[in-house]
């Protein structure tokens, strides 16, 4: 029988998965571990604290020129790293340097950019576009579409566990109405050519756009 404890970073992975953080966190903290652990020398984290947390963050502002927004970042994953894996406190870090918060003005197509952007698409990917564009939703959230999350009759459409795991409600532009309709019976048609070749499924649960 295999005892031996595994590795910190798996340590930290299983953590991650127990409490049923996503994929994008783990992908996020698992190498901002790894850059804290080899930045020291591969010197344990359990025997190290505040001062080289402080190092560590101090010299990714400036020596690697990361956004602000990637060194808090950085900070999270490594305070996960003592909380929750090593069930360590982590005390007053103190004033390490900042990175340098950046200030852009967005980008933002107007209607007319729009239009020639979607009209260069075809089949699914323009009726992707058009209902990202119509209804403000975000790329993922709109992969992760189930035919029971779209309700023609209160032209609404529910997004499940969106950013900050929670669901909200968008508005169903009423100028793709017709073509998601459409869409939808080539989905259930497909379903049913399923169902013949004997795989059980839940019409209402299927994703709305398998790409």
């Known amino acids: 029988?295999?005892?031996?404890?595994?590795?910190?970073?798996?340590?930290?992975?299983?953590?991650?998965?127990?409490?049923?953080y996503t994929l994008n966190t783990e992908k996020a903290y698992l190498p901002w571990i790894k850059r804290f652990i080899l930045f020291h020398k591969k010197r344990h984290p359990a025997a190290m604290g505040e001062r080289e947390i402080n190092e560590f963050l101090t010299h990714i502002a400036?020596?690697?020129?990361?956004?602000?927004?990637?060194?808090?970042?950085?900070?999270?994953?490594?305070?996960?790293?003592?909380?929750?894996?090593?069930?360590?406190?982590?005390?007053d870090i103190g004033d390490f340097r900042r990175a340098k918060t950046h200030k852009r003005i967005p980008v933002v197509f107007t209607k007319e950019e729009?239009?020639?952007?979607?009209?260069?698409l075809e089949g699914t990917k323009r009726l992707m576009a058009s209902l990202l564009y119509g209804s403000g939703m975000r790329l993922k959230e709109c992969l992760r579409l189930r035919?029971?999350?779209?309700?023609?009759?209160?032209?609404?459409?529910?997004?499940?566990d969106t950013k900050g795991a929670v669901d909200r409600v968008t508005l169903l532009p009423s100028a793709i109405k017709e073509e998601l309709k459409r869409h939808l019976k080539?989905?259930?048609?497909?379903?049913?050519?399923?169902?013949?070749?004997?795989?059980p499924h839940y019409f209402h649960l299927l994703i709305l756009f398998n790409t």
Not at 147 to 160: A, G, P, W
């Open 186 to 199: 080539r989905v259930k048609t497909l379903h049913e050519q399923d169902l013949g070749e004997g795989r």
């Open 147 to 160: 035919v029971k999350d779209i309700e023609f009759s209160y032209n609404q459409i529910t997004l499940r």
């Open 114 to 120: 729009a239009k020639k952007v979607v009209v260069q």
């Open 62 to 91: 400036v020596n690697r020129n990361i956004a602000a927004n990637t060194q808090n970042q950085a900070l999270n994953a490594i305070v996960f790293l003592y909380k929750e894996v090593l069930k360590k406190k982590v005390g």
């Open 1 to 20: 029988m295999n005892t031996k404890e595994p590795k910190l970073l798996e340590q930290a992975r299983n953590v991650i998965r127990v409490k049923h």
